[in-house]
């Protein structure tokens, strides 16, 4: 069988195929098959010997800066190729008897890593459009692999001062705290149907969460404006829905509804979908005693529903944050 697989992967005419074998962990999928006999001119990467086609192409799902391969089935060569342009033009490939040429791409998101075999949370290399370039997330593998766009533990990286820019193309550390980017989650959700994730950590020492269905962001022509569906489940509630149709709005761009007041700039509330100025912002000024102030303000906040878990009539300011999104399996694959 795997002998018939890898003679129908490498026919001479271009060609995109999907592989669904599974070779170990390894689950091989979207890849771009090219001519055969012909090799693409870039000097290699990194090279291997004695390994399998599939092995070869696996491999450079892996590696961020890997596009291509060129392989060999005499010795089992196998040529990691970092190349500029994508998909990789004919007048990149020469002829050479005996060699193979393929594009790979990578996974689209965490689930797809989650389906090769993949259990550890950690930075992973994605593509969700194969018209564009992979790039890394981190993926949280528990429950069947999220991609996660925010995180927030500490403090250790400053959210609400931001501007637009830093919003569209990520900050932080994808080990540590992190905002993706608004360009990055746009790719993500816009070919497939998304359900989003909250996980809230409170003071009182308990982590909520809250599902909804059928998340998207316009692009930033739109000002990645967002679209958020019912919700599905969770112990945090419904607050998610305040950012329903709202645009995104940073220190430097007032898109909120509040005509009066520019809320990322007042609250010290960071780049969020603002609803008004109400009570939901994730990317604010942290507080590590878990209260939100007025002089100055500070805080991340969630929902005036979850005051009462403090005493004194303070209002809490949560202490870890973390935004996920997965395919919705209602509607995907």
């Known amino acids: 069988m795997i002998k ?34 012909k090799v693409l001119r870039a000097q290699a990467i ?8 599939l092995d ?13 391969v060129n392989y060999n089935p005499k010795d089992g060569v196998c040529e990691h190729v970092s190349y500029g342009e994508f998909p990789v033009p004919e007048s990149a490939k020469f002829v050479d008897a005996g060699w193979y040429s393929m594009a790979v791409t990578a996974p689209r998101d ?65 080990n540590g705290e992190f905002w993706l980017g608004n360009e990055k989650i746009h790719e ?10 909250f996980d809230l950590h409170h003071p009182n020492g308990t982590w909520y969460y809250s599902i909804h269905e059928n998340f998207r962001i316009s692009n930033e022509t739109e000002n990645y404006k967002a679209y958020i569906g019912s919700f599905l489940e969770g112990t945090a509630g419904a607050q998610a829905l305040s950012m329903r149709n709202r645009e995104f709005s940073t220190n430097d761009r007032d898109n909120d509804s509040n005509g009066k007041v520019h809320c990322a700039q007042s609250l010290n509330g960071g780049g969020w979908w603002y609803s008004r100025c109400g009570a939901t912002r994730l990317n604010g000024k942290y507080n590590s005693e878990g209260v939100l102030t007025e002089q100055p303000r500070s805080g991340i ?15 809490p300011s949560l202490l870890q944050t973390m935004i996920s999104i997965k395919r919705h399996k209602k509607n995907n694959s």
């Open 301 to 315: 906040s969630w929902s005036t529903d979850m005051d009462k878990f403090l005493n004194k009539g303070e209002k």
């Open 4 to 37: 018939e697989l890898i003679i129908k992967m490498f026919t001479s005419v271009l060609m995109i195929g999907i592989l669904h074998q599974c070779i170990g962990h390894v689950y091989i999928q979207n890849t771009y098959h090219i001519n055969q006999y």
């Open 110 to 174: 965490c689930e797809d890593w989650f389906n090769r075999g993949i259990r550890k949370s950690g930075s992973y290399v994605i593509q969700p459009n194969l018209n564009l370039p992979p790039f890394h997330i981190y993926c949280n593998m528990a429950d069947n692999g999220w991609s996660v766009i925010q995180r927030r533990i500490d403090g250790t990286v400053s959210f609400y001062d931001k501007i637009w820019d830093e919003y569209k193309n990520g900050f932080g550390d994808l």
């Open 56 to 68: 070869c192409a696996a491999e450079c799902t892996r590696d961020l800066t890997c596009w291509a």
């Open 46 to 53: 990194r090279t291997d010997i004695g390994v399998t086609r």
């Open 188 to 197: 993500l959700v816009t070919l497939n149907d998304y359900k989003i994730r």
